[in-house]
């Protein structure tokens, strides 16, 4: 079974940075892809960052710039560097791995303050 815990939320300084990190069990494929998603209230699920096993990644263009995926495949461990956080970065933020289907941890509350 596919586990994700998620550490490392929190209220940011204006501007300033979190590094949310996630942890995936021993039966994660270091091949398959990881990311990051966002649901603030009220709003769909989103997608901020992915990153592939070849260490390619995507960004939500909201974000391009500011945030980044840094991915440690023989920890299974995937964090969000997330630098000159905004208001509208407030979100809860879910890590994600795709094996077959999508699993999902269980959210990490980020706020960013103006």
């Known amino acids: 079974q596919v586990q994700l815990v998620e550490s490392g939320g929190g209220l940011a300084q204006p501007g300033g940075p979190l590094r949310p990190s996630c942890a995936a069990s021993?039966?994660?494929?270091?091949?398959?892809?990881m990311g990051w998603f966002r649901q603030a209230p009220g709003k769909q699920r989103e997608l901020v960052a992915r990153i592939f096993s070849g260490g390619s990644t995507n960004y939500a263009d909201s974000v391009k710039g500011r945030f980044t995926i840094p991915r440690d495949n023989a920890k299974k461990t995937v964090n969000l560097q997330m630098n000159s956080l905004k208001p509208e970065d407030t979100a809860v933020y879910y890590c994600?791995?795709?094996?077959?289907?999508?699993?999902w941890g269980q959210g990490t509350q980020v706020t960013g303050s103006s």
């Open positions: 021993i039966r994660t494929s270091s091949s398959a892809p």
């Open positions: 994600n791995v795709r094996m077959g289907k999508d699993y």
